[in-house]
């Protein structure tokens, strides 16, 4: 069991500056819950919170896509990209800017919120902002990064042995775009779990 109080001071010194705000502590402790009530194991749950530290800029919130809706209908829609809004099941015109990324691992296109409601038995599409809210989202990126939803990798991919591949890991979400750095901090992420675990 993690000893919460010991996990927070220890990133907060190595990660955060020796300081939180708020919604920081909010976020950790909602992934936090989620991970430990789909019994996620610690190297995994180390680079989950990894790439949130990452994709949501250490605010540890879920975040819509930057872009607006010109930019999200030339991206996803039937009409501005066929071939990628037929490959996210976005098939009615509109559908690029309604289903554009959402959470913590960015959920996009309208067959992932699909996929995704069904998993976490929220309807998503119809209701698309709901991968916005924090449960919603952590639960979302266990879904994905376990099933390997997003690029066809998953978190057993890389950590089922002894020896963890940190920086590979980072094709579960997006090819190597900074798996380096994104490694390093599941790193520091996973010394403070081992340092607070009970």
């Not at 002894?162 to 901090?185: E, F, H, Q, S, V």
């Amino acid at each position: 069991m993690l000893n919460r109080s010991k996990f927070f001071d220890a990133i907060k010194s190595s990660l955060y500056g020796n300081k939180f705000t708020q919604g920081q502590v909010d976020g950790l402790n909602t992934i936090l819950d989620a991970c430990e009530s789909a019994n996620v194991e610690e190297k995994s749950l180390a680079y989950m919170l990894a790439t949130v530290y990452h994709e949501c800029n250490k605010t540890m919130q879920p975040i819509k896509e930057f872009g607006g809706r010109n930019y999200f209908l030339k991206m996803y829609d039937i009409l501005g990209n066929a071939r990628k809004a037929k490959e996210l099941g976005n098939l009615t015109k509109g559908d690029g800017a309604k289903y554009f990324g959402r959470g913590y691992v960015q959920l996009t296109g309208k067959y992932n919120y699909e996929k995704a409601g069904l998993a976490i038995c929220v309807n998503l599409v119809d209701n698309p902002d709901l991968a916005l809210t924090a449960k919603n989202a952590a639960d979302i990126m266990i879904f994905g990064m376990t099933k390997g939803w997003f690029t066809g990798k998953k978190l057993s991919d890389y950590f089922s042995d002894d020896t963890p591949d940190w920086k590979n890991a980072r094709r579960i979400i997006n090819g190597m775009d900074k798996a380096a750095l994104i490694a390093g901090y599941a790193e520091l992420f996973y010394a403070a779990i081992k340092a607070s675990t009970e």
